[in-house]
């Protein structure tokens, strides 16, 4: 399947033949930001060194914000939780209970050294889980991320389901993607999320969109997506109380 993000082909992303599976992995309980951060940098060497295998990781934060390489001080708002500035792509973003984060540690040089196609992967793994749910998931070339159209909302409206923000060190990802479930929309208000300041352009969550879906359902989404797109997964859950 040819996808039309500049006509790039999203078939390649799996891993050469004989590859080992990918690690999948949750943790049942919030993590602090730096927290995940210093296991993903690590995790990523750890890869990049041949040390450890390729691995998806599956968490909730507490509530914070985020800035990334393009981040602007004036778009923080309102400071009402912690801002983390971070290595990954993208300006400032949200993170809190309700919303699922899949933190993604491939090794891309084997893979495909591609970071533009690397992105529309992830695009692409996002918009097949929403389709789960029969949720009509779209990409926007001047904005990254996923899009769902809200014509209730007016005429032109969008509003932003997931965000990607990505960062590679010797070609092995780490940061990943982060899909609105049932998260509190309230607290995107304190930012310019992803500097889209026109108001056309909001946030939802599939719970906002009429989906009762759960936490659960959502990963049981995310694992046969990401196979399909980038190739086979551990069959067991690996669990983490982190």
Known sequence: MVNDRQGLDLTTFAGPSGSPPVE???????????????????????IAAG??????????????????????????????????????????????????????MLDLKRRRP????????????????????????????DRVGVWVKRPDKGEGHEDKIAAIGVRLRR?????GI???????????????????????????SLVDLGHPVTMTDVDVALRQAFAEVFGPIEARLSESAG
Request: charged share 25%; hydrophobic share 40%; aromatic share 10%.
């Open 51 to 104: 040390r450890a295998g390729e691995m998806v990781w599956l968490l909730e934060h507490p509530p914070l914000y985020t800035s990334g390489t393009s981040g602007k001080d004036e778009d923080l708002l309102d400071p009402r939780f912690p801002l983390f500035a971070t290595g990954r792509g993208g300006q400032l973003t949200y993170h809190g209970p309700g919303q699922r984060v899949a933190y993604v």
């Open 178 to 204: 982060a899909i609105n479930v049932e998260p509190d929309l309230s607290h995107f208000s304190a930012i310019v999320p992803c500097g889209v300041a026109d108001p056309r352009f909001g946030v939802t």
């Open 24 to 46: 999948w992995r949750n943790s049942d309980s919030p993590v602090p930001y730096p927290e995940a951060v210093a296991e993903m940098e690590m995790r990523a060497a750890e």
């Open 171 to 175: 070609w092995v990802s780490f940061h």
């Open 114 to 141: 591609d970071v533009r196609a690397y992105v529309a992967g992830l695009e692409e793994w996002i918009i097949r889980t929403l389709a789960h749910f029969n949720v009509r998931g779209e990409r926007r070339e």
